[in-house]
């Protein structure tokens, strides 16, 4: 069955910097859709960056010249990397995978179906 695993987060100084990593099986990250999100306490899950079969990625705004997603097809690993971090970062970051999302909806948390569990980045200035 589909699975996905995060890995990577902590605890950090504002303006450093984390690579998170997904490890995916059950399925092959190169033909499916993958996100990445967050969600702060009593906040709603939001969208971090997106990436699609293709490869090409979208981006949140709040993220963007900070934040970058790939993709290791033959690790079958989702990553990341996240610069220049700040205290609103302060999140549980979560790895989403859905076969069939439109491109125009890679930053909606509904259209995905397969969840990993989330790794804790926290953020101190």
């Known amino acids: 069955q589909v699975q996905l695993v995060e890995s990577g987060g902590g605890s950090v100084q504002a303006r450093a910097s984390l690579k998170l990593s997904c490890a995916a099986s059950g399925f092959t990250i190169s033909t499916w859709s993958m996100g990445w999100f967050r969600q702060a306490p009593v906040k709603a899950r939001e969208a971090v960056v997106c990436i699609d079969s293709d490869g090409t990625p979208c981006y949140a705004d709040s993220v963007k010249g900070r934040f970058d997603i790939s993709k290791d097809n033959d690790e079958n690993t989702l990553y990341l990397q996240m610069n220049d971090l700040k205290p609103e970062n302060t999140a549980t970051y979560y790895c989403?995978?859905?076969?069939?999302?439109?491109?125009?909806?890679?930053?909606?948390?509904?259209?995905?179906?397969?969840w990993g569990q989330g790794t804790q980045v926290t953020v101190s200035s």
């Open positions: 989403a995978a859905d076969p069939s999302t439109p491109w125009w909806k890679l930053l909606v948390p509904s259209q995905y179906k397969h």
